[in-house]
């Protein structure tokens, strides 16, 4: 499985990922899905929202035991981010029928669309329109980079837009979701274990800074006479990273536009966006609110105007303890919770169905790049592992 999915919208020159949602590398994802899914016997389905779906009995019993990730990418991410969840759930379902385990409960495979947000500039968008947590009007603002609106790209893609919105009763049948994803972070590697429960999802956010200055000739216009966004631009990166430091966060400005955008022009606009996280509410608020106050001073110096957009936000997320804990006694209890910074659509979930999740260990800690690793006998335990709990969870 590993083998045919790898090649898939893999950049030859930098060897990382490029699976935007809905696009053609998407589409070949999706399509293995299928194949995947058809070649072990279940029920194959799409949701309203674009999520697949592969069920094992009655999936309007209710109380099923689910799993699954996603299979797009940041742009030039890594392989495992993802893939490797959808991978093993499958491989996983392999294990159970080699040990002839019976399902008492009904099971189901997905694959999260649009998980990464890399192409509309929201996370996590297929999982957040099925629990309700973006509505369809929101859904149909958002747009890409070339000015394409999500309606426009799920047409082109084949799927019906018209159709998109809360899935109240599908979630409702759902018992238990369980989420296996490479660890973003070196804790495992740390502790020297190769698979660890989550315990917990830092809330994080995106911030849009938009420093609105004025264009002029770079090579005719003295210094003191300019109004370049520029400046407060990058006194604003430097902030971002001094807030956090001091705060124990992290704050990041990974993605900026810039207006006119030519070399011997300064700009008349730099458009940067802010990904902050935290390990509670309250140090995340203080971080964000003493970027934007830095941002202030100096745009205000430079004669800068600014305007600061919230564009998503998600709370801590606490898994469910319950299910946590019934999870680690499965696994013998001697398996490492951790929490992580990462966010997933385990997290947007479970404001509405009892989740959890699995980590497998990343030896270089490194994520959204092409570095991003996993040694093959941790993936294997990381199968193992998601077996053994779905087993547990769902089988006689």
């Known amino acids: 499985m590993w083998r045919e999915l790898a090649p898939i919208g893999r950049h030859a020159g930098t060897g990382g990922y490029r699976r935007f949602a809905w696009t053609g590398a998407d589409a070949d994802c999706r399509n293995w899905f299928q194949e995947q899914a058809e070649a072990r016997g279940l029920t194959y389905e799409v949701d309203r929202n674009g999520n697949q779906w592969a069920w094992l009995g009655d999936h309007s ?27 093993s759930s499958f491989a996983a379902l392999d294990e159970l029928r080699r040990r002839g385990a019976q399902f008492t409960r009904p099971f189901a495979i997905t694959n999260f669309g649009d998980e990464e947000g890399a192409r509309f500039g929201l996370a996590c968008v297929g999982s957040r329109l099925a629990s309700g947590r973006l509505s369809k009007e929101q859904a149909f603002e958002l747009r890409d980079g070339d000015g394409i609106r999500l309606p426009q790209a799920m047409e082109e893609a084949g799927y019906d837009p018209a159709a998109i919105g809360p899935d109240p009763e599908r979630l409702a049948r759902i018992g238990a979701f369980v989420e296996l994803h490479v660890e973003q972070g070196r804790a495992l590697d740390l502790s020297g274990d190769a698979v660890g429960i989550a315990s917990a999802i830092w809330p994080h956010g995106r911030w849009r800074f938009d420093f609105a200055g004025e264009a002029n000739h770079a090579g005719t216009t003295r210094l003191v006479d300019r109004r370049d966004p520029m400046l407060t631009y990058a006194e604003t990166v430097l902030a971002a990273r001094r807030e956090a430091e001091l705060a124990g966060a992290v704050a990041t400005f990974g993605k900026i536009s810039v207006e006119p955008n030519g070399v011997n022009a300064i700009p008349s606009l730099v458009r940067g966006w802010l990904d902050s996280r935290a ?52 696994l013998g209890g001697a398996v490492p919770v951790l929490g992580t910074g990462a966010g997933h659509d385990a997290g947007i979930l479970s404001a509405t169905v009892p989740t959890a ?40």
Do not use: W, Y
């Not at 203080?286 to 998503?312: C, H, I, N, P, Y």
């Open 279 to 330: 390990a509670d509410q309250a140090t995340l608020d203080t971080v964000v609110a003493a970027v934007q106050r830095a941002a202030k001073e100096r745009a205000d110096r430079d004669g800068v105007d600014l305007r600061v957009v919230r564009e998503s936000f998600t709370p801590v997320v606490e898994f469910e303890h319950a299910l946590r804990d019934e999870i680690n006694k499965i």
């Open 61 to 87: 019993a209710g109380d099923a035991v689910v799993t699954g990730s996603h299979l797009d990418s940041v742009p030039d991410g890594g392989a495992f981010d993802g893939p490797l969840g959808v991978v």
């Open 357 to 396: 999740m699995l980590f497998v260990r990343n030896p270089t800690g490194v994520s959204h790049s092409p570095a991003e690793s996993a040694a093959e006998d941790d993936c294997v335990a990381g199968v193992i592992a998601l077996a053994d709990v779905l087993e547990g969870l769902a089988c006689s």
